[in-house]
């Protein structure tokens, strides 16, 4: 490491953890801190706000409150529980993982950074959060929020988007990491990123442990640090909803096992935005109802659906459905997606 960064990074150190002492946030996985809750509060804080991840941590832990309990519940409860925190390939991960972990570490998690990346699930950043935060280890957890105020801390203007730098980042905080508060450090950065080194506006630099040191607040030109190459466009996929009805039942598909909301249940659809025409021609004899539209955004791509509820006169028996009583839906992990349609009915 460049002894310059080397001299920054260490003089942030302790101004940081000092900050930390008397400004951390009261979250619940801050409470009682153990490698098992680091891990669930770090999964679910991928992609979702704190705010909304706070109720469902607690209910998770009170239903699933070590790894074997986990590891021996039904997936779809998995699923239930996580309902609306969307992502829910982190559940499963987290589910397989936990029947990993309680085959062949006896239901802890294993206490080392190779190992924790072995489990599914568990990249970099995530390893790093546990090692540092559940086990007291000198390993950095580096994100967008920590890449964004080391660069703005050193004043450099590396692309953050690529992945090499992100290891580079890693490299340096490790050198400098101290060992007796490893995950205090590791908490501080985020916390940091959170509140004072915001993600979108302008940074609170008044606040800021770092502002004698940072070279981006010496210069005004946090609007132009950290870089990042653009993202490429997502792609506009159209949907048809169909609500299938019979007396009280509603249908439901299994999505496949593998990609966009696996092993997920839905509600019937095909590509393609039907025309009331084309609905009643595929469904003859059925009621037909427009039951409006709703847009859902996902990473790289974006549904944007129209829906018809169908009323069957006889109830159908469709080899990949299966018919779900209206007050048993809640049971069933149906992504937010197709929350619209499911309050149509």
Known sequence: MDHEVYEQLKAAREPLLLWY????????????????????????????????VKEYYRRFLERFPDIPTLAAADRDEVYCLWQGLGYYRRADMLHKAAKIVTEQYGGVLPGDHRSLL????????????????????????????????????????????????????????KE?????????????????????CVPNGAPLCEECPWRKLCCCNAEGNWQEIPVKSGKKSRKIEEKTVFLLRYDNAVALHRRDREGLLANLWEFP?????????????????????????????????EWHMIGYEIWFRQKKKPLDLIWVEKTDLEQYAIPAAFKAFKKAL
């Open 118 to 173: 072995s489990l599914p699930g568990i990249g970099r950043y995530t390893a790093g959060a546990i090692a540092s935060i559940g086990f007291g280890l000198p390993y950095p957890a580096v994100d967008g929020n920590v890449l964004r105020v080391i660069m703005r801390l050193l004043g450099r203007r590396d692309d953050i988007a690529e992945e090499r730098l992100k290891t580079t980042v890693e490299q340096w905080l």
């Open 21 to 52: 002492d008397t400004n951390q946030r009261e979250l619940p996985w801050r409470g009682n801190v153990s490698p098992y809750e680091t891990w669930i509060s770090e999964i679910m804080l991928q992609q979702t706000r704190v705010e909304a």
């Open 269 to 301: 659809n095909a590509l393609g935005h039907w025309t009331e025409q084309e609905v009643i021609e595929h469904f003859p004899g059925a009621k037909i109802k427009k039951v409006g539209k709703a847009k859902h955004v996902f990473t790289h791509i």
């Open 176 to 196: 400098i990491y101290p060992r007796d508060r490893a995950g205090d450090f590791t908490q501080a950065l985020m916390e940091l990123g959170a509140i004072v």
